[in-house]
Every structure is written in C-alpha cells, then in structure tokens.
C-alpha cells in the first residue's frame, strides 16, 4: 500500500504560471471532457480568486503531481469513475464523481481511507463549505462522530428538501440494486456510497450486511447518526464478537447481561 512518505512531499503552490485555466488542466493532464462547462468555469473562478496560502485545501499543484500520481496509479480502479481535482495538506483528496448515477456529486478519499466517499451534492455546495471554513481538510468523515445537528456536510444528512429526499432515495435504491450485482471491493465502494446518500427509510435494508467486517463500522455509524433501532439481539450478537464496537453497541441500544461487574454478551 502506498502511503504519504512514499513520495517526497513538497509545499503545495496555489500558484501556477499559466495563462488561463485550461493550461492548467493540460499541465496536471486532466481530461476536462468529462467535466461540464459549468464545473470547468467554477473551478476557474475558485482558483483565480484563491491563490494564497490561507486555505488547507487547494486545486491539485505540479509540486504535488508525482505524489498524486503514485497514488492513483495504484490504485487506477478505484478512481476511474473520478475527476481529482483538490488536495489537502495531508495528502487527502476530493474529486467529482464523472459516471452513474452520481454525477456530479464530490468524493473524499485518502491514503487512510481508500474508499471514495461522497460527502457533497455538488461543486457549488463544497466549494462553500470550504470558503465558509466549514470544512478545512478532505479526509473521508467518520459517521459515527459526526453530529446530526451540526454536520458540515450533504451526505449523511437529517436536513434535506422533499426534492433532495426524492432524488437521493431513487439514488440509493439505483446504488442498492447495482450492490447486488457486484462481489469484493466494488460491493463495498457501492454500499458506503448508499449507507451516506440513502435516506433514514432505507436504512433498514442494510441489516443485510451488517455482519460484514468491512461495513459494519460504517453501518453501526449510520445507526447513530439517524438514532435507528437495530434489533436487540442482532446489536448482542455482534458486541459477543466484536469487542472493539461495544461502546457504540451500547449507545444504540444494546444491554448485555450483567453477571457480578462482567458483562456477558
């Protein structure tokens, strides 16, 4: 697995000795054809009007392509549904989703965390968040630690119109069916998009796969962050297995059995 230290690091530039934005896609060899002109346009005006060092989170530089390259070289799979346009600081990055169903929607991923997640319904909505300073990293949220009530982000979410609710759920259930028809990590890349984009409704289907050791986190977390009640002896039988999620187990719901001061799952 490659990590950070694989490739020297240098300070990311927000500066680059272009003429216009489109020398700047050719220099970093991003294929803006599968970016609409609107998306070209944003990220133009983004980085005109942000070449300081203020901000963590900036476009992908020169200094930062070999380190980026590697990357994506290893894992060319896994982000070939992606445009990876941004970085952070830690070598994390952020991406528009370019195929599928969804389109449009912005992705975090790092070395960390391999798995693309979409955490933004579009550009314009992560763009904000990052000039508001609602976000200043782009490392893959946890949704476990994540508050309901003051999250930075469109996926998960508890606060969406009845259109957002409409189109993420017909979303969800593309996603959910698209799950059934895959094996390995394509299953899991397909169903940690669900479990951030699916509305608290269809939550429920994901007992399905709660037993997995890949998605259970991630599910125990989308629990919480809902306050969905999982059946008691499910939530039981995993903590009987699962040392490490019990706290969490516990806050959801589950009661183990209390013998003296041991508890008995």
Known sequence: MITPNSVPRLAISH???TQDMNDYFKLLQIDTSVLTTDEIRIVNDWYNNNKTEDCSISLRSLHTQEAYHAFSKENKELLSDFCILWEDEESNYAGICIKGIM???IVFISYDNQHPIPVFRNIDSFLKAVKSNRITDLYP???EYLSATNNPFDYPSINRTSLELEQDSSAADILWNKAATEKDDAMINTILSFIQIATLQQIPKLKQYIFDDTLMGDILGIY???????DANVLLQIGKENKHFRK???ELGATPQKILWIEKW
């Open 103 to 105: 389109r449009g929607k």
């Open 224 to 230: 919480k962050f809902y306050g969905y009640k999982e």
């Open 141 to 143: 949220p946890q949704v």
């Open 248 to 250: 969490i187990l516990k």
């Open 15 to 17: 500066n680059l000795n």
